[in-house]
């Protein structure tokens, strides 16, 4: 028998209220809280609130808790890791476990070149801003070229790459100097894979042209899925083309791989679905690197990475209990969650468009692995965005005790645990199609 969400109460509960209000009267009201779920307790794809009410959880805290929520493994390595050696600064001082995870995501292909070296920072955002520093030391040039729709973080620098919500940006200018977006291709909106491929690449090129010489561009920072913006699978030689781009002004190429890391679309890196061609110089990650301890990476060949001693570094940046979660959850990965996501990636893919494919609001079904996104439209001919539709269906999932979140202007995004199975798949779309149908009729 599945297992499906219980609802003891409405929601929120008396005990989630509670808690809600005193949340509300002490913490900034810059979050964004789509739907008021109190999180008391977790396992695997499954949470519970304070209320007993279960939840079917198909965010994984934004794509980040990849070996599932309070992994037994991931758990016992950091109260180990907690009872030996909580903090001593690995900018100033070694810890073996530091060198463990480094060890790791130096050996796992991830980026161009024979050796590797890791830069350990506490968020996504940390890691972009340690890849753009390195990237105007390594080429002694400043400017950057990022992509409209892009998320990279909210500090200074990875905000000045961001081009996702003007909500984002709004009052906090002047932002970082000589950044300029180009246009992110879109095979659904700019006439399938080759077009956009030809749009994407052409207007970079337009810009070399007339606005941005390229012997001043530093780096190319995109994100081999577009996330945020709104799971977006580009085409490969996309890719491959930017590749050959930079290559040929001596331009760096940074994959923010903060999201579609780490396993989360069925091979370990996202670019990996693309070719060896396609290698980036600079990779950033975090979210899914350490099964929701803070953690981030920059990985860049020992050739870029030349920097000297206090050029760059972080007091807490590759934490002791940090590095033993991303080891475990690394060695976890390794053992079958990555196949898993492969598979059972597949399977709610393909499940979902069974499902609603043929719907009249839902104009794409897409994504690799457990990084999936429906796209909802006012109607299939016009594309015309269906916002609203999908802040409802996201609202009306969790009064099923469905978590989703929103991604893009119009997208429900998929993006829970690597452990998920066929059952909980099954679960997710039958409530998701349900709530579709009835929010859409
Ligand atoms: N880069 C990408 C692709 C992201 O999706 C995010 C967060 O959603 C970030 C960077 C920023 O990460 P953080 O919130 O940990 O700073």
């Known amino acids: ?25 002490t913490t900034s009201p810059s979050y964004t809280r789509d739907y008021p779920l109190v999180a008391d307790h977790a396992h695997g794809c499954w949470i519970t609130d304070p209320d007993g009410n279960e939840f079917l959880d ?39 476990v530091q060198a463990q995870i480094a060890d790791r995501i130096a050996n796992s292909r991830a980026v161009r070149g024979e050796k590797a070296r890791v830069y350990f920072g506490n968020s996504g955002a940390e890691a972009n801003e ?3 520093k390195l990237a105007r030391y390594h080429t002694g040039r400043q400017r950057f070229i990022a992509f409209l729709g892009a998320f990279h973080g909210r500090t200074y620098g990875a905000l000045s790459l961001t081009g996702s919500k003007v909500r984002q940006r709004e009052r906090f200018g002047p932002l970082l100097p000589g950044i300029t977006h180009a246009v992110y291709p879109d095979p659904l909106r700019q006439g399938g894979a080759e077009a956009s491929t030809r749009f994407a690449i052409g207007h970079i090129q337009e810009l070399f042209r007339t606005t941005v010489p390229p012997n001043e561009v530093a780096a190319i920072f995109v994100e081999p899925i577009q996330g945020e913006g709104g799971y977006i ?6 890719l491959r083309e930017l590749r050959a781009l930079c290559d040929e002004h001596g331009i760096l190429l940074v994959y923010d791989e903060v999201q579609s890391g780490m396993g989360r679309t069925g091979k370990l890196w996202a670019w990996h679905h693309a070719g060896d061609d396609t290698a980036p110089d600079i990779l950033t990650c975090a979210k899914g690197i350490a099964s929701g301890m803070p953690l981030s990476a920059m990985v860049a060949s020992d050739k870029i990475m030349k920097w000297l001693p ?10 002791p209990v940090c590095c033993a979660a991303a080891v475990a959850t690394y060695d976890l990965l390794q053992d079958g969650l ?15 468009r069974e499902s609603v494919g043929d719907h009249p609001a839902v104009a794409d079904v897409r994504g690799r692995g457990l990084m999936i996104a429906v796209e909802l439209v006012k109607d299939k001919k016009s594309l015309a965005r269906a916002s609203e539709l999908r802040n409802q269906i996201v609202l009306d999932a969790f009064e099923e005790g469905l978590l989703l ?10 993006c829970p645990a690597l452990v998920l199975n066929e059952d909980e798949a099954v679960v997710a779309t039958q409530i998701f199609t349900d709530v579709l149908r009835a929010a859409a009729a």
């Open 130 to 132: 340690a890849a753009m």
């Open 233 to 238: 699978v580009p085409p490969d030689a996309f």
């Open 310 to 319: 206090g050029s760059h570094a972080s007091t807490f940046g590759g934490n």
């Open 58 to 96: 198909m965010t994984s805290g934004i794509a980040v808790c990849a070996t599932g929520h309070t992994h037994e493994k991931v758990v016992a390595a950091i109260q180990k890791q907690a009872a030996e050696l909580i903090h001593m600064s690995g900018t100033d001082f070694y810890y073996e």
């Open 338 to 352: 990555i196949d898993n996501a492969a598979k059972i990636g597949a399977f709610l893919q393909k499940t979902l």
């Open 1 to 25: 028998m599945s297992r499906h969400p219980v609802l003891r109460t409405p929601l929120p509960g008396p005990k989630a209220k509670e808690a809600i209000a005193r949340s509300e009267a």
């Open 405 to 414: 979140l929103g991604c893009g202007p119009n997208c429900v995004r998929f």
